[in-house]
């Protein structure tokens, strides 16, 4: 049982569903976009069979849907709108089923009114901070027959406790906290995910003791911008305490904001000796200062530059990776050279390049998206040549060594196992045999621009 009051409600819906569903019922649940999103599925999966329903495949017809939408990109929201759309057809022919969207385009006023309109067989949506009220929801549609649109709740309460069902038995992701707070001028997230608001950290480290003891080897603990965590502790002080903790793993967290990125973290993760994974995703966004200023970020490249020093000076071998968006309005040639600038002078492991993409209710939605689209394309065909260049060597710095990496499939095509190195790069390698969601030591022999190629030893 749970203290927790808003956990009581949930749970009440829960079994109140659960009298009412048909025996054998299934569910499905289809994510898009980010890491958290997938943390969030894995809520409402744990949610759905809490509730008695048990899984359905993809394609196969079930009475309960749930899409977890991403709004950060225009493409990602046509995307959803059309894998929703498929399932008028089915809810034709089976009315009892019931459709929910939820996620980040579910808390945009105009996708939520849209759908309300448009998509009369959609029975609900709920946006990220109120998941927890999906089986309300569904005991609604069930009982009434009437739809319901969550918008605007403000929700800032956490949800302690709601069950789980984790895609992977030796992989997790654990939130730390949720929201944000940085309103990046061209970022929907602050608007569909709420204010920054951080879990216990007692609740945290007591859930990656659960989950090392049950076996998990890696742990990624996940926020829109991780490093501000608050609570009674800091972000520092929450991984020192997390590795610490007794057993074989590795933890990994993102995503950073320079701004937040602090001597003392670094020194965490030198501290940790290799228990805190040596990867820190940056996002640098652009190279120019104006474009920066525009966009809000709240640093200059001189102290990005600053952070990337102090990081290699203390960590040597540390992987660093970003994210650059190109195409922002009012970039010229010259804000775009900066950014190339910046990536031949830091050398990034890994670079996830976006092209700019209008997001209503932003600050910059106001400015002229002025950028053609050709030039846009054409910038990132000219960025990701330059990384093409820096990834291999990046990778290359490995050749010869020796790195601990876990194991996470066999591709038969090439005959390899993959994996992951402590360095979060994916490893490709030979072995007479290999386990699943276990450690393995692998001598690297080669680099290609996405992986490392080595043999077991
Ligand atoms: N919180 C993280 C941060 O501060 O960078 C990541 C948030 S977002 C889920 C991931 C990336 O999407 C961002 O770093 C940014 O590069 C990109 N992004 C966000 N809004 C965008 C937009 N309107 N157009 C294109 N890319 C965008
Ligand atoms: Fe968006 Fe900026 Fe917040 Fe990242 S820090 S989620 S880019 S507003």
């Known amino acids: ?22 025996k054998g019922a299934t569910y499905l649940v289809l994510t898009f976009g980010c890491q958290q999103n ?44 059309s894998v929703i759309g498929n399932f008028k057809s089915q809810k034709l022919n089976n009315p009892d089923m019931i459709v929910g969207v939820v996620g980040c385009m579910a808390a945009e006023s105009e996708v939520a009114a849209k759908i309300k309109r448009s998509f009369r067989f959609v029975d609900f949506t709920a946006e990220p901070a109120s998941i927890h009220r999906i089986p309300e929801l569904i005991y609604t549609a069930m009982t009434q027959r009437e739809r319901s649109f969550i918008l605007g709740s403000e929700s800032c309460e956490i949800v302690e406790d709601i069950p789980v069902v984790r895609q992977s038995t030796y992989r997790a992701w654990v939130s730390v906290m949720y929201g944000c707070n940085n309103f990046c001028s061209y970022c929907i997230v602050p608007y569909v995910r709420g204010r920054e608001r951080s879990r216990d ?36 002080q929450l991984i020192t305490k997390i590795a610490e903790l007794k057993g074989d793993f590795i933890l990994r967290f993102m995503t950073s904001h320079p701004k937040d990125t602090s001597d003392e973290l670094i020194e965490a993760i030198r501290l940790s000796g290799g ?16 474009v920066l200023r525009r966009m809000n970020r709240t640093y200059s490249i001189e102290r990005f530059m600053n952070i990337v020093d102090k990081l290699r000076e203390s960590i040597p071998d540390i992987a660093i990776s970003t994210d650059i968006i190109v195409g922002f309005p009012g970039e010229s040639e010259q804000d775009f050279e900066k ?43 000219r960025l990701l040549k330059l990384q093409g260049e820096i990834s291999p060597e990046r990778n290359e710095r490995f050749i010869g060594e020796v790195q601990r990496v876990l194991v996470e499939s066999f591709d038969e095509s090439e005959n390899t196992y993959v994996g992951r190195s402590p360095h979060n790069k994916q490893v490709r390698f030979t072995a007479e045999k290999a386990e699943i969601g276990k450690f393995i030591d692998v001598r690297i022999d080669s680099a290609r621009i996405t992986c490392l190629v080595g043999t077991a030893k």
């Open 1 to 22: 049982m749970t203290n927790n009051p808003s956990y009581e409600m949930t749970a009440d819906y829960i079994s109140r569903v659960k009298a009412l569903r048909k």
């Open 38 to 81: 997938e943390a969030d599925s894995e809520k409402i999966r744990g949610m759905c069979e809490a509730m008695g329903y048990s899984p359905a495949k993809e394609g196969d017809s079930c009475e309960l849907v749930i899409v977890n939408t991403c709004a950060i990109r225009a493409h990602a929201e046509m995307k959803a709108l």
């Open 201 to 236: 950290s007692a609740a945290i480290i007591s859930e990656c003791r659960e989950l090392i003891a049950s076996g998990v080897k890696e742990i990624t603990l996940l926020g829109q911008n991780v490093n501000s965590y608050k609570s009674d502790i800091n972000f520092a």
């Open 275 to 290: 228990k805190i994974s040596p990867h820190f995703h940056l996002p640098l966004q652009s190279g120019s200062d104006t």
């Open 339 to 381: 950014t190339l600038v910046a990536l031949s002078k830091v050398r990034f492991d890994m670079v996830y390049a976006f092209i700019y993409s209008e997001r209503a209710g932003t600050r910059s939605a106001g400015w002229e998206d002025d950028v053609p689209k050709n030039v846009k394309t054409e910038r990132i065909e």
